[in-house]
C-alpha cells in the first residue's frame, strides 16, 4: 500500500482487524503488479478504504465492495479528498470529516498542572484505563469500545512505550491520560488523549495535552507532533489551536446505504 501512494494509507484500528480477520478486493496487472486495495472491516457499517493508483482502479474497487456487500451498509474513508467523486458517484454521502493538525516543538509543559500528578502507564492499570477511555469515548467508531485484546494489540508494536501512556491521577484517582506515539520519521503523534467525563470543565484538557507534548520534545526529542481530531468538535479544535496546532490536511468519511430490495 505504501508502494501505491507513497504513503502509509490504511486506518491502524483497520490493521489490526484484518489481522484478525482477512477481507477486502485486490486488483492486479497480469504480471501480478498491485495497482490498488480496498480492505474492510465490521459489519455495520462495513468500513473501507481505498488505495489505488488511479481513479478507474478506484472506481472498480469500489464496485467490487459494493457488489460483494449488497445487503449491508458501507462507509468508506477518502484520505486528503482521494476518489470522492468516484464514491459521490457511487452513491455514497459525507459522513464525517476528520482534520490532522501539526505543530512544531519543543514545547514545554504548563507551569500550572491543576492539580493534576502525571505518571507512565504500569502493568495492572489495564482494567482502569480501558474503564476511563470507554466512557470518555462513548460511541466513538474507532477509539470507543475497546476491549483487553485491543488494547494488547496495541502494546506489541513497535512504537509502543508504556511512558509514552501518560496517566494523570487527582487525589490518587484516574482522571484523565494523554497517549502519545512516535513515528518512524521522527514525528511525535497525540495518538488519544481524554478527560474522564465526570471531571469536565476544569481545564485538564489543555494539560494533557501540553504534558503530551513535554514527553515528546524532551523525552522522545521529536520536533514536530500531530494529532487527529472530528471536524465537529469546535471545542477540541479551538483547543488545539490555542496550543499551536495548524490544519494541515483532512479525511472525509463516507457512507453508502444498502439499495431496497425489489419485490
Not at 491502524?12 to 482477512?22: M, N, S
Not at 459489519?43 to 478504504?49: G, H, I, L, Q
Not at 490532522?100 to 514545547?107: I, K, Q, S, V
Not at 488523549?193 to 523525552?219: C, K, M, Q
Amino acid at each position: 500500500m505504501t508502494a501505491i501512494l507513497g504513503a502509509e494509507s490504511v486506518g491502524e484500528r483497520k490493521v489490526l482487524a484484518l489481522e484478525r480477520r482477512p477481507g477486502g478486493r485486490l486488483a492486479e496487472h497480469d504480471d501480478g503488479t498491485l495497482l490498488g486495495v480496498a480492505p474492510w472491516v465490521g459489519d455495520a457499517p462495513r468500513t473501507f478504504e481505498v488505495v489505488a493508483v488511479d481513479d478507474e482502479v478506484a472506481s472498480a474497487l469500489i464496485g467490487a465492495v459494493i457488489e460483494a456487500t449488497t445487503d449491508t451498509r458501507l462507509r468508506a474513508w477518502s484520505l486528503r479528498g482521494r476518489f470522492s467523486d468516484r464514491l459521490r458517484t457511487a452513491g455514497f454521502v459525507e459522513e464525517r470529516e476528520l482534520h490532522e493538525m501539526r505543530r512544531r516543538l519543543p514545547a514545554s509543559a504548563s507551569e500550572d498542572g491543576l492539580g493534576l500528578a502525571y505518571r507512565s502507564f504500569r502493568p495492572g492499570d489495564e482494567t482502569a484505563w480501558l474503564d476511563l477511555n470507554n466512557r470518555a469515548f462513548h460511541g466513538h467508531p474507532e477509539q470507543g469500545g475497546l476491549d483487553h485484546d485491543d488494547f494488547a494489540d496495541r502494546t506489541t508494536r513497535s512504537w509502543w512505550r508504556p511512558d509514552g501512556l501518560r496517566l494523570a491521577e487527582h487525589g490518587g484517582d484516574l482522571v484523565g491520560f494523554c497517549w502519545t506515539k512516535v513515528h518512524p520519521d521522527g514525528v511525535g503523534e497525540i495518538y488519544a488523549i481524554a478527560v474522564d467525563p465526570n471531571h469536565g470543565g476544569r481545564g485538564w484538557g489543555a494539560a494533557l495535552v501540553s504534558e503530551g507534548l513535554r514527553h515528546l520534545s524532551d523525552t522522545e526529542e521529536c520536533r514536530e507532533a500531530k494529532l487527529f481530531v472530528e471536524g465537529d468538535n469546535l471545542p477540541a479544535l479551538d483547543l488545539y489551536r490555542s496550543l499551536g496546532f495548524e490544519s494541515v490536511g483532512i479525511d472525509t468519511a463516507w457512507v453508502r446505504d444498502p439499495q431496497p430490495k425489489r419485490i
